[in-house]
């Protein structure tokens, strides 16, 4: 069945209403924990809660936004950590929202406060300049602008597709950097 212009489907509506519900809770309930007293910190050392269809959303003055999507979440408030699966990435750069690079993985662990992410399981991404990347798991530090591995990895764009020992890519000057070993890939 076609929509017309404007039609919104209503079981899109009701999985964005439920995914910014748990989004919520788990917000709040991160920020009750860390304002706690000591005695209510170490009770809920023990708790950890379980969240489907989460939404991460990280930024600073609106600048280098971190949006994580993940089936299911595993949050430890009292670590400030959160455990995804299932994860889709994107990551933006400046105020007008452009794209710097985006990213599928089996797995993230995420450090909550600083936005910092470790990403594992057949990962694979693209920057903005279309460079696309596979690796066994990458690293992206938010503060310094930084998505990098030391795992081998194969990366592709316009020019052919290389392999070597690891890549950076720095988000702030958009530029990746194959490491040690880079070899062409050749198909027959």
Known sequence: MSKMAGERDEAVDATARRCARSAAL??????A????????????????????????????????????RSRTARLQPE?????????????TEDEAGQRSFTM???????DIARSDFTADGDVRGETAQGQRYSAPW????????????DAPVVMTDAHGSFRGNGFSYHVHERRFELLGNVSVVHKP
């Open 26 to 31: 788990a917000i709040a309930l991160v920020a």
């Open 33 to 68: 924990l860390a304002a706690q007293p000591s005695p209510a910190r170490a009770a809920a050392e023990a708790t950890s809660l379980e969240v489907q269809g989460m939404i991460f959303v990280g930024s600073r003055a609106g600048v280098r936004e971190v949006v994580l």
């Open 138 to 149: 990458v690293k992206y530090v938010h503060e310094q602008g930084l998505l990098y591995t």
């Open 79 to 91: 670590k400030q950590i959160a455990e995804l699966e299932d994860v889709t990435a994107t990551v």
């Open 104 to 110: 599928n993985c089996a797995r993230v662990e995420l």
